[in-house]
């Protein structure tokens, strides 16, 4: 960039002037920001308010990872879309929100799914990260690539009315590094123990409010101003409006950057999180395409929807309606003697109730349907509603 | 009696009780004691040796019991434990 884009036009310096009145922060600082590349992985629920806030406070260069597409069920927390973006992919569609908020902001699309292949190609050229992901093995990558790329890596994460932030691998003024995810919590917990957003829910607010806690951060390690999140844990308890502020330190067994690193580049995280682990016997499944093929001929067999009643009210496929909790006291209305498919959205509570069901019941005869209800609308009934 | 928070997302193993008084003399005695009240949060706390699951961090005022003397760690009267859960979402 030339030394003239470093400086600020008339238009910015009034854009800017409520930040740079104030003395601590000041023209210096607003300059940091202009200068900065931020990397917002994710522009869900936590990346939409970041994505906001960092736009308009005038962070030079902003680049975007997701692969998603905007889905009715984001509008409740994704204050980024609107229901004209429905269907369009979420970075190209917060693109142009972004730009219609800042035209000084330089966007940079990374329309994929982050992964131990792309990972440190996508963030190399980035001053700070902050993560919005959604799940373990993503975290954990991130987490690594952050390490060994040596970049700041702004977290927060939200479950139901849960919420967390902190600042990992910051470098402080004294040159000391502070601790990280896999020092916080070094494994993952296994999959189906703790569930996702998707499945346990979110309160919508919560993401807003952790989520402009990420973009505070992300301004504070730029800038330099203030005390930034770093060897410290925030939590936020909505429900009862309680938060936390916890100490974290380093610790000399972290794989990544302890004091005899065995991890020195990016690993297999899904494995790593247990999700190809082979502890469990494996349950027989069924694709929505062959599950449609035996709707339509005729084939005697029973479907057992385990979702709760008030998804049952969105969409059904023509199962029957037995919540995951109550499966197995309802274990009567369901037959050994003919094929059984039972369903959830996305396969993973069906999963479980086919476990249980085989476990206290000696069923033998039961598929899951991979990819839950949504898949069988993706597949086979796509004017049916997502959600 | 010592305060023990207990997480959103495990309240629904403690009859939605977010904080709970137990009297006890280390860290590891309150987690035996809150185990045996109420089964279902086993699972979620020890791992099958009985150990604290390192997904699930405990926090002795503001410090992490890792960094104190792990489940030996004394509490008193007015000490509150935390237990922080790892969650993950943010996106979807």
Known sequence: ?387 | MATVIIPTPLRKFTNQTARLQIEAGTVGEIIEKITLDFPELKKHLLDPQGSVRSFVNIFSGDDDIRDLQQEKTPVNQSTVISIVPAIAGGKR
């Open chain 1, 1 to 387: 960039m030339s030394t003239q884009d470093m400086e600020f036009s008339k238009e910015e310096l009034a854009r800017y002037n409520r930040h740079i009145i104030i003395p601590e922060f000041g023209e210096e600082s607003q300059l940091k920001l202009k200068k900065a590349k931020v990397l917002i992985i994710g522009s869900g629920g936590l990346g939409s308010p970041a994505l906001l806030y960092l736009t308009a406070a005038g962070v030079g260069t902003i680049g975007i990872v997701d692969f998603d597409v905007v889905d009715d069920s984001n509008l409740q927390r994704q204050v980024l879309f609107d229901i004209h973006e429905i269907g369009k992919p979420k970075v190209e569609a917060a693109k142009r929100r972004l730009e219609a908020l800042n035209p000084h902001v330089k966007f940079i699309l990374h329309n994929a799914h982050i992964n131990s292949g792309n990972a440190l190609e996508i963030i190399k050229d980035y001053d700070v990260v902050a993560d919005g992901t959604d799940n373990f093995p993503t975290r954990y990558l991130v987490n690594d690539a952050t390490l060994l790329l040596d970049k700041p890596n702004v977290y927060g994460s939200v479950f139901q009315f849960e919420g967390q932030v902190s600042v990992f691998n910051f470098v402080n003024a004294a040159g000391v590094r502070g601790p990280n995810y896999r020092d916080l919590y070094p494994t993952p917990p296994p999959p189906g123990l703790v569930p996702s957003c998707a499945e346990g829910g979110v309160l919508g607010v919560l993401p807003g409010i952790i989520g402009s806690l990420q973009a505070l951060e992300v301004i504070k390690v730029i800038t330099g101003v203030g005390e930034p999140l770093s060897g410290r844990f925030f939590t936020f308890d909505a429900l009862n409006f309680e938060n936390r502020t916890f100490n974290i330190k380093r610790r000399e067994d972290n794989p990544v950057n302890g004091k005899n690193p065995t991890i020195r580049e990016l690993i297999d995280y899904e494995q790593f999180c247990g999700m190809r682990a082979v502890e469990e016997k494996p349950v027989k499944e069924i694709t929505a395409k062959k599950l449609y093929d035996w709707q339509v001929s005729g084939k005697k067999f029973k479907l057992i929807d385990v979702r709760e009643p008030s998804e049952f009210k969105i969409v059904q496929i023509g199962g029957e309606l037995i919540p995951l909790a109550t499966i197995a006291d309802h274990a009567g209305q369901i037959p050994h003697d003919i094929d059984v498919v039972v369903h959830c959205k996305a396969g993973i509570r069906s999963l479980k109730a086919i476990r249980e069901l085989e476990e206290k019941f000696g069923y033998n005869n039961l598929y899951n349907l991979k990819g839950g209800i949504l898949a069988y609308i993706d597949q086979v009934q796509p004017e049916l509603t997502r959600y």
